[in-house]
């Protein structure tokens, strides 16, 4: 069954960046049938999207991120990895990877797998 | 910009069948998706594409919409049920969540 499992610091210092790697296990990253995101939470409040990528790169993020979003793909480590850059206490949340089906730049469908999620606190 | 709007919380009795509703401008003609997250966990999807339940999700969760509303149904809700559920679907390929909805069953 696929696993999804996220790492990186917990804590990160405003204006830094913040990068975390999703490793995908029992299962492949290169599959042609899906898509690999990233998703936050901050604590008590609800989900958003980040983006996703693909296993060739292609990548699409939020627009109310405005930018400050990379995601890119490592398929021989079979990972992905976020960087969000100039954090501020606003970006402190739970950061899931998560799975979505997706084919050739259609992706629109459900999030059927997702790790358990890490906390990102930003803090000097 | 595209929003989805749930009810904060409601309350259902064991037994009893809970309907968590999803709105959005132009939320008909797409599809709808909906998490459980219990306390603690990751969401765990439920439904998918208005009203497909994924292998493994027990048949009292059902789903449907109708015009820009679509519904999370539980039926015979159990103890085990009591958790936040978010709708989501896509517009202009960003995923969109709703507020999330927190069930208390008692």
């Known amino acids: 069954q696929l696993q999804l499992q996220e790492s990186g610091p917990g804590l990160v210092k405003p204006s830094e960046t913040l990068s975390l790697t999703c490793t995908v296990s029992d299962g492949s990253i290169s599959s042609t049938f899906y898509y690999w995101a990233w998703i936050r939470q901050p604590p008590g409040k609800g989900l958003e999207w980040i983006g996703s990528?693909?296993?060739?790169?292609?990548?699409y993020s939020t627009p109310s991120l405005k930018g400050r979003v990379t995601i890119s793909v490592d398929t021989p480590k079979n990972q992905f990895s976020l960087k969000l850059s100039s954090v501020t206490a606003a970006d402190t949340a739970f950061y899931y990877c998560?799975?979505?089906?997706?084919?050739?730049?259609?992706?629109?469908?459900?999030?059927?797998?997702w790790g358990q999620g890490t906390l990102v606190t930003v803090s000097s | 910009s595209f929003e989805l709007t749930q009810p904060p919380s409601m309350s259902v009795s064991p037994g009893q069948t809970a309907n968590i509703t999803c709105s959005g401008y132009k939320l008909g003609g797409k599809y709808a998706n909906w998490y459980q997250q219990k306390a603690g966990q990751s969401p765990l999807l439920v439904i998918y594409?208005?009203?497909k339940r994924p292998s493994g999700i027990p048949e009292r969760f059902s789903g449907s919409q109708s015009g820009n509303t679509a519904t999370l149904t539980i039926s015979e809700t159990q103890a085990m049920d009591e958790a936040d559920y978010y709708c989501q679907a896509w517009d202009s390929k960003t995923a969109v969540f709703g507020g999330g909805t927190r069930l208390t069953v008692l």
């Open positions: 594409q208005d009203y």
């Open positions: 998560a799975r979505h089906y997706g084919s050739s730049g259609y992706y629109e469908y459900a999030f059927d797998s």
């Open positions: 990528v693909y296993f060739t790169g292609n990548n």
